[in-house]
């Protein structure tokens, strides 16, 4: 297993550095994003700072910062479903089943992979440069996070395997996508910190999991938040979606339908 | 007029694409409802807390959205796949559209439409007419007006701006990764006023890629939001005409320029 994840790391770095002009354009994007979204968070601290409670300027713009250096990595766009779609359509989909791996860990190990490369040229390096550029304080906690972001991961990963299933059924997926990135969007706490949200709202989200990927993790980066709690919610998380998806690829595996060829 | 009637002809061809995935149609129907619901939801989160962004109340705010959603939702439908372009040159397949005897701007300009993104175009629409109504502004005919002129304004904008990068593919054979790098910029001009960017941003957004034409001039106009509405119906008159010149110059030495590749 080792083997095919370093074969892995290899060919998701080589095909995310391919095209010189993709890679800068990439980061581009991402320096933008943190821009535009800095100078959102330091205008509205600006018209009133006593709404961010206990969480200073600083803090929050590490929050918003990481959160979308993270999402290079974290990505809901880009993952298993995606590549599971486009080799049902093509009937490659054949080529992954016959391969003496689960479809689940070879999905997995392509996902580890893209996850660590996209992590080290893009995620870190405009992370750090940013925090430079708006000379910020690194006051973070590195252990809590780094659990919690790897159990984050998983759940992250455990709801694309989910979606990649439901592309077997309906063989294609930029619908349930939209209805995917929605959710992500406002559930997770990835763009508006949940402590903005009001209770309403959040009597709904805590019995997600989305904000077990982005939200509390985040909190724990900016020393705020529960270790404990949030990783033992992670923990039930993983376990629960794991099931969903075992009994889903029970029920699919009866129904694949190779197209192309 | 001929070319109008072949243009619907080939755009009804298109269509029938979308029986292929029926489920995954209907959901991208409603997930697109969802993207543009939770964005603004998102907003409305933010300024519930902070009542007014930069002097933008939440109204204010979902009117620029939804101009902006209602313009590229159109675009999107009939002009996204411009950016196609690219691949036609680098392939060779542009080499059908200078055999065939029609214009082959028209041919690309019809070669798909996007049926789900027309839900972008009426939420938009919707949204905005909504938005106009809570910020009690009257809807009278002048203001119906500037705002359909609003939107063929924009959706000119988003083609003019595609098109124009998309020609560069004659000398490049590649486009899209300077088409990616405004993604961004378009979400950021999407979601707030720019007037809460520096000035490098806002030169950038109004002069090099204008799309803060599309929504944020606009509904400084359509809101009442500045006193002389002139000034910024020029600036944005005379940068869609440089754009247009602009387009036209590169497709027009790009067509004598190409000599075809691929097999």
């Known amino acids: ?261 | 007029m001929e070319s109008i009637q072949l243009y619907f002809d080939l755009i009804k061809a298109g269509l029938k694409r979308f029986a292929e995935y029926r489920s995954s149609f209907i959901a991208g129907f409603f997930g697109l409802i969802m993207i543009n619901g939770s964005s603004i939801l998102l907003i409305w989160v933010m300024l519930k807390n902070f009542h007014t962004l930069n002097e933008w109340t939440f109204w204010q705010i979902v009117f620029n959205y939804c101009l902006f959603l209602s313009c590229l939702g159109f675009h999107n439908t009939f002009f996204r796949h411009i950016s196609d372009l690219e691949n036609h040159i680098v392939n060779g397949t542009f080499d059908r559209f200078l055999l065939r005897p029609v214009s082959p701007l028209l041919q690309l300009a019809s070669e798909k439409i996007s049926i789900t993104d027309l839900c972008d175009f009426t939420t938009g629409m919707i949204g905005a007419l909504f938005a106009a109504k809570m910020l009690h502004i009257q809807i009278t005919v002048g203001f119906m007006l500037g705002f359909i002129l609003s939107i063929i304004n924009g959706v000119y904008v988003f083609t003019a701006i595609l098109f124009s990068v998309s020609c560069i593919s004659f000398w490049t054979m590649k486009s899209k990764s300077i088409l990616y790098s405004t993604n961004e910029i378009q979400e950021s001009v999407q979601h707030y006023p720019i007037s809460i960017f520096n000035k490098a941003f806002k030169f950038i957004v109004t002069v090099l890629l204008p799309y803060g034409l599309v929504n944020y001039y606009p509904s400084l106009i359509l809101l009442n939001k500045v006193n002389v509405h002139w000034v910024y119906v020029i600036m944005i008159a005379l940068v869609d005409m440089i754009y247009g010149v602009i387009g036209a110059f590169l497709w027009r030495r790009g067509l004598k320029r190409y000599n075809g590749s691929g097999s």
């Open chain 1, 1 to 261: 297993m080792y083997r095919v994840l370093c074969a892995y790391l290899k060919q998701q770095y080589s095909s995310l550095t391919a095209y010189k002009s993709a890679f800068c354009m990439t980061l581009v994007n991402v320096f933008i994003r943190i821009y535009a979204y800095a100078m959102l968070w330091m205008t509205l601290y600006k018209q009133n700072a006593s709404l961010f409670g206990n969480i200073d300027l600083n803090q929050m713009l590490l929050y918003s910062i990481f959160s979308i250096s993270l999402s290079q990595a974290f990505t809901w766009w880009d993952g298993p479903h995606i590549y599971v779609e486009e080799n049902i359509k093509n009937g490659r989909i054949i080529c992954d089943l016959l391969k003496p791996m689960e479809l689940k860990t070879q999905l997995f190990l392509r996902t580890l992979s893209s996850t660590v490369v996209n992590l080290c040229i893009f995620t870190i390096p405009s992370f750090l440069i940013s925090t430079c550029f708006f000379k910020l304080e690194l006051n973070v906690n590195i252990i809590g996070a780094l659990i919690t972001f790897v159990l984050g991961f998983l759940l992250l990963f455990s709801m694309n395997y989910i979606l990649s299933l439901i592309c077997f059924l309906s063989l294609d997926l930029e619908g349930y996508l939209y209805i995917f990135h929605a959710l992500i969007a406002f559930c997770s706490g990835q763009v508006v910190p949940l402590w903005f949200y009001p209770d309403f709202l959040l009597g709904i989200i805590n019995w997600l999991p989305f904000k077990y990927v982005f939200y509390e993790p985040l909190l724990l980066f900016i020393r705020n938040g529960n270790l404990c709690q949030t990783v033992c919610f992670q923990v039930i998380w993983i376990f629960i979606l794991s099931l969903i998806g075992r009994f889903m690829w029970k029920c699919v595996s009866k129904k694949i339908v190779v197209q192309g060829g």
